[in-house]
């Protein structure tokens, strides 16, 4: 059985390029970047260039550029960093009630250390309003951070009419940051620092064909931010330990054919993923899209199906070789329903009746064909075993 992996917001195969490119830094070209020798400056060398494509792919400047481990530290580091290092300025951040939980753990960690934390609400569609996040600031707000797109039902939020409000307020008497978290959307929609407006931005590289253990923060030249791993002189003192130089490497590839693709990947998958909602819509009774209907990413469609559960579509779908999600994968293993759709409004029950198909670069139209073939079938087979479905009508 062909295996159908539609849950790229969890997770990407990486490019065979990026695999190739990794290779001769695990063994040949094996070199610590910090030392002086030949295969250091190699490594150090190899390490510049992927800093140069990571910033070439934001519209940033090289030198703004820091590796992290990944998305969670990218976040962490933002947070922790502005927060620390500004507490003498305030102690207020804004959020939104749909970040991911690398945002709001965090945040909720800084809330029992004494600051305070705002977490704006969205509407039926998961949009936040720019309006709510001007209303919000104080004269104590040091950090403002909304991610890009939502990681779950794919709404793309508006961050350069966020930061002109921003702007607005800044000339004026704030001088907080705006931080947001792209992880979703970098090699995926077209992402420029300068035309968002932000001082901080996370990217993770498994999220676009790149290898996992590795992502990046952007940081605005004169942002003001404490380290936030501390031991060595790594990454301009802003990220101490020894960089993972075959990582680095194949995130500086991922991001070069990004680049390159980003238009080509759009229209693909667009083209499946209207293919994919339509089809899902018109051959399923009571089902809704969970999202705005066209301010989302190209690759998401996340519904909710009543009636039903959405462990026990996923495990169906398994059984068929088709691979999908009941929301964000870090917390596929809780019982509890996604804080996501409850703060867009859907009821408990409604919420646990999600699935997400996340599509990929290699998905094809006979993917979305088998599952249109396969899905009301077990939607189907699910409604007629569940108390609650009788024909449609409770």
């Not at 305070?116 to 040091?142: H, N």
């Not at 293993?333 to 997400?356: D, F, N």
């Amino acid at each position: 059985m062909r295996q159908i992996y539609l849950d790229h917001a969890a997770t990407t195969p990486a490019h065979p390029e990026v695999v190739a490119a990794m290779l001769p830094y695990f063994s040949e070209k094996f070199g610590n970047a910090s030392s002086v020798h030949s295969l250091g400056r190699e490594a150090r060398a190899a390490i510049e260039k992927a800093r140069d494509s990571v910033a070439g792919l934001l519209g940033a400047k090289s030198e703004e550029i820091v590796f992290t481990s990944g998305g969670t530290e990218s976040n962490n580091s933002a947070l922790f960093g502005v927060a620390y290092a500004n507490q003498n300025k305030g102690n207020h951040i804004i959020t939104t009630k749909i970040e991911h939980h690398a945002i709001i753990e965090p945040c909720q960690f800084l809330e029992k250390q004494g600051f305070t934390v705002t977490y704006l609400p969205v509407d039926k569609d998961g949009l936040v309003s720019p309006d709510d996040v001007a209303k919000a600031l104080t004269d104590k707000t040091i950090l403002v951070s909304i991610m890009h797109a939502n990681n779950e039902v794919g709404t793309i939020q508006p961050i350069e009419e966020i930061a002109e409000k921003l702007r607005a307020v800044r000339d004026g008497v704030w001088g907080g940051y705006f931080h947001t978290d792209a992880v979703q959307t970098v090699g995926a929609i077209p992402v420029d620092v300068n035309k968002f407006g932000v001082d901080l931005l996370s990217l993770s590289a498994h999220k676009f064909y790149g290898p996992k253990g590795v992502g990046a923060l952007y940081i605005r030249k004169g942002t003001r931010l404490v380290p936030f791993m501390r031991g060595g002189a790594q990454e301009r003192h802003l990220r101490a330990s020894t960089e993972n130089v075959p990582a680095i490497v194949g995130l500086g590839i991922a991001a070069e054919l990004a680049k390159a693709e980003l238009e080509s990947r759009q229209k693909h998958l667009v083209t499946l993923r209207d293919k994919l909602s339509q089809g899902l819509l018109a051959k399923i009774p009571e089902v809704t899209l969970n999202g705005h209907p066209f301010k989302r990413l190209p690759k998401n469609v996340n519904i909710s199906v009543k009636y039903i559960e959405g462990e026990s579509m996923l495990l169906n779908l398994d059984m068929e070789g088709i691979a999908a999600s009941t929301g964000s994968a870090c917390s596929s293993g809780s019982l509890e329903p996604s804080h996501v759709l409850l703060a867009m409004g859907l009821s408990p029950e409604v919420a646990h009746g999600s699935i997400r198909f996340t599509l990929g670069r290699m998905n094809t139209e006979a993917d979305i064909d088998k599952v249109l073939e396969v899905f009301p079938k077990i939607v189907e087979k699910l409604r007629a075993m569940s108390p609650l479905y009788k024909g449609g009508k409770k």
